[in-house]
């Protein structure tokens, strides 16, 4: 059963729309996997608004659909748009990275290598790997020192974070690692030439990985082995969160 934190009386709109968008990211929350208003604000603690507020903005977002008829479910994609998004991504973060090494604090490189250790010690456990990726993916652009660009690439992040989640297999961390690695090398030395290299390397080939378990699925919804978390293939039915 999905686990949702009990929510405090303060912005609650915003938490709302945070978790929401956290648990698509981490696919908790599986593409295709239908929700409903009245599930969710039990799960929350909350009244409808709220709920239906966050909703709202993530629907604008296009992180989830809101049918005619109410049925709510999380955005899938398809292989066209997952190679979409790879273009603008290879834009977006490579810019992000390469202003990010070349104007860094020297402070900057505890937090970002934390997220690095987490990587290298969580290569067995999917989603704990993924989130440290995430982490370490953001907390580099987050020295670029623009807000614009990194709530853009966010955006990308709701979009394609479930699938980067359910695409991950140990053996693909693992081999991912080398070019995490040397993105910490070139974050460390201010070398913007390798971070880009490293970084357009691990986005086309993860890229590729959900593409080809895409292909594979046969156009069926994707969603993930609860208990060996390789990629299968089911007909996602609604179910109340």
């Known amino acids: 059963m999905l686990k949702i934190e009990p929510i405090t009386p303060t912005t609650i709109r915003a938490q709302v729309y945070e978790q929401l968008k956290n648990k698509i990211i981490s696919a908790e929350i599986l593409p295709g996997e239908v929700v409903t208003i009245q599930g969710l604000a039990d799960g929350f603690g909350v009244s409808l608004m709220p709920v239906r507020e966050a909703l709202w903005q993530l629907e604008s977002e296009r992180a989830i659909v809101i049918e005619s008829n109410k049925r709510i479910y999380v955005n899938r994609l398809t292989g066209p748009e997952v190679e979409d998004i790879l273009r603008v991504r290879l834009v977006l973060e490579s810019m992000a990275a390469v202003a990010a090494c070349r104007q860094r604090a020297d402070a900057a490189l505890k937090s970002v290598r934390r997220y690095l250790e987490a990587m290298e010690a969580n290569l067995g456990s999917q989603k704990a790997y993924m989130l440290a990726n995430s982490q370490f993916h953001l907390s ?13 690439i966010r955006w990308l992040w709701v979009r394609i974070g479930p699938y980067l989640v359910m695409s991950s297999t140990k053996e693909n961390s693992r081999q991912a690692m080398e070019s995490h690695r040397g993105m910490f090398d070139a974050f460390s030395q201010r070398d913007a030439s390798r971070m880009r290299k490293c970084l357009q390397e691990d986005l086309r080939s993860v890229a590729k990985v959900i593409v080809d378990m895409l292909e594979s699925a046969g156009g069926e919804p994707v969603t993930s082995s609860p208990r060996d978390g390789r990629p299968i293939t089911r007909r996602t039915k609604g179910s109340r969160v």
């Open 140 to 152: 580099i652009y987050a020295h670029a020192g623009s807000p614009v660009l990194l709530q853009l």
